[in-house]
């Protein structure tokens, strides 16, 4: 695993990652192009997320079976296929149905993971892991920047052009690039399946870094979909692309996943995600009481967003090093509750956000980090340990 596949691995995460949050700042231009309503544009989004669920499902454990210089790039070409429809597509219809295949197939930022834990010496693992997630994390916080001034330029498809465009890239890339490693033993793909849930129910040690990841991506989708209502709404009346830009914030927990893996390199994983939680917590505190001043908002989403990526990429890091032969599966199982996490997230903070505002919303936030950071100090010695 060289420095030049790493960063090669890093990059098309971030790339395919991207696909799910191209279209986020784009609703209302997409809705009035389709002459839809708002309301059922935001269904493009929920689409999408139903997609990825689905793909990290069926399609992430494959990646302990089959070859994947072949699987990753042939995933990736229907991406591209995707978005090519999504860009010409005629109607509201098509645009679902497109956005959800790519969802569907975004999924190989999660198979390139496992794939580089594989390929790393095992004094590097985690430093690996984690510049190929922080390559994940900047495709997150990149895209909704990029796909606003994209579109502002040429129009929302024009957006989708340019994904298809990058992706096609990307795949001819690792197409060339990926080792070829020998064949996995053969295993049916219901079998397949089933140890995935086979896995969650023998490993407490799986099941409780499951429900950190769960908590923390909880936190996540709250802070910032919170701070987005904060930003739209009066006094403040920021922009889409204003918004986006402040998402940039962000860099600061991708920039830290990029150097959290060594961490586990030299075994402090464990208090590490503690501290993780600790500082995230400590964040949220600092939001709730901020009252009107943006600058205090401002720095606390820079440093929980280091908090919340460093546990991510830690625990993350920690399931795939349980079973070496089925890091692919165990990927799974974390990134199902990651998105169940996420949701219960934005469910949340959608329930509070017209009733109690954004001191309360943040204040949540940081009782889930505080559920977050009671399982970890409980569990340290019984299951983490």
């Not at 709250?222 to 209502?229: E, I, K, P, R």
């Not at 075994?267 to 505190?285: E, H, K």
């Amino acid at each position: 695993m060289s420095g030049a596949l790493t960063l090669l691995f890093a990059l098309s995460g971030g790339v395919v990652v991207g696909n799910l949050y191209w279209a986020q700042p784009l609703l209302d231009d997409i809705g009035a192009g389709l002459s839809v309503p708002a309301g059922l544009a935001g269904l493009i989004i929920t689409g999408v997320q139903v997609g990825y669920a689905l793909g990290a499902l069926l399609i992430v454990p494959l990646g302990d079976t089959l070859a994947r210089h072949r699987l990753i790039p042939a995933i990736m070409a229907v991406s591209v296929l995707a978005l090519v429809v999504t860009a010409v597509a005629p109607s509201y219809a098509v645009v679902v149905l497109a956005m959800f295949v790519v969802g569907l197939s975004s999924v190989t930022g999660q198979l390139l993971t496992p794939l580089a834990g594989d390929l790393a010496r095992p004094e590097h693992r985690g430093r690996t892991i984690g510049t190929v997630a922080s390559g994940l994390l900047f495709g997150i916080l990149i895209a909704r920047v990029v796909s606003g001034f994209v579109a502002d330029l040429a129009g929302w498809r024009s957006v989708f052009v340019f994904a298809a465009v990058l992706n096609l890239v990307f795949a001819l890339l690792l197409a060339r690039s990926i080792p070829r490693m020998p064949a996995s033993a053969r295993v049916g793909y219901g079998t397949l399946l089933r140890s995935v849930f086979v896995a969650v129910r023998e490993s407490a040690r799986l099941r409780v870094l499951i429900l950190l990841g769960a908590c923390v991506m909880a936190v996540f989708t709250m802070f910032w979909t919170g701070l987005t209502f904060l930003l739209s709404s009066a006094p403040y009346g920021f922009s889409v692309t204003r918004i986006g830009l402040v998402s940039l914030l962000g860099v600061a927990g991708a920039v830290a996943a990029q150097n959290v893996g060594r961490l586990f390199d030299r075994g402090w994983a464990l208090p590490a995600i503690g501290a993780g939680f600790a500082l995230t917590l400590l964040s949220m505190v600092a939001a709730a009481f901020a009252g009107g001043g943006l600058a205090v908002v401002f720095l606390a989403a820079a440093v929980s967003s280091v908090g919340i990526q460093s546990v991510l990429v830690l625990v993350q890091t920690s399931v795939m090093a349980i079973d070496p032969k089925a890091r692919s599966r165990l990927n799974t199982a974390l990134i199902v509750g990651n998105f169940i996490g996420g949701a219960i997230g934005s469910t949340l903070t959608a329930v509070l956000w017209d009733t109690v505002g954004w001191p309360l919303t943040s204040g949540a936030a940081g009782v889930v980090a505080l559920v977050g950071l009671v399982v970890w100090a409980a569990q340290r010695r019984r299951a983490l340990a």
